[in-house]
């Protein structure tokens, strides 16, 4: 079982910078692909990037290629979204999730866990 818990959403004006931080809890996060996932009102809940379980892979939605980097790290059971040029279009619940395999997809079916969220607000 992980407990995934999510922070670092706000408010910020077009152009700005965010880093969102996911904190795993349990011994073996270091055995989980992990993902980040956002979900707008009245859409679907959508993918924004993968990373392996060792972090040598990474994989991006295209909307976020570029701008946005995901990261973790095992010592601290910890990983991060370091979003940048943010837009309006990026508001948004943002969710981590873990998946119990090397690199994860970008179907929400395949993860195991899922934190609460955190809001993330792009103003224009």
């Known amino acids: 079982q992980v407990q995934l818990v999510e922070s670092g959403g706000g408010l910020v004006q077009a152009g700005g910078s965010l880093r969102l931080s996911c904190a795993a809890s349990g011994r073996t996060f270091s055995s989980y692909a992990m993902g980040w996932f956002r979900q707008a009102p009245g859409k679907e809940r959508e993918f924004v990037a993968a990373?392996?379980?060792?972090?040598?892979?990474?994989y991006y939605a295209d909307p976020v290629k570029g701008r946005f980097t995901i990261s973790r790290d095992n010592a601290k059971n910890t990983v991060y979204l370091q979003m940048n040029s943010l837009k309006p279009e990026d508001t948004a619940v943002y969710y981590c999730?873990?998946?119990?395999?090397?690199?994860?997809?970008?179907?929400?079916?395949?993860?195991?866990?899922w934190g609460q969220g955190t809001q993330v607000t792009v103003s224009s």
């Open positions: 990373i392996s379980v060792s972090g040598g892979s990474t």
């Open positions: 999730a873990a998946a119990t395999t090397y690199l994860s997809g970008s179907e929400p079916r395949e993860y195991d866990y």
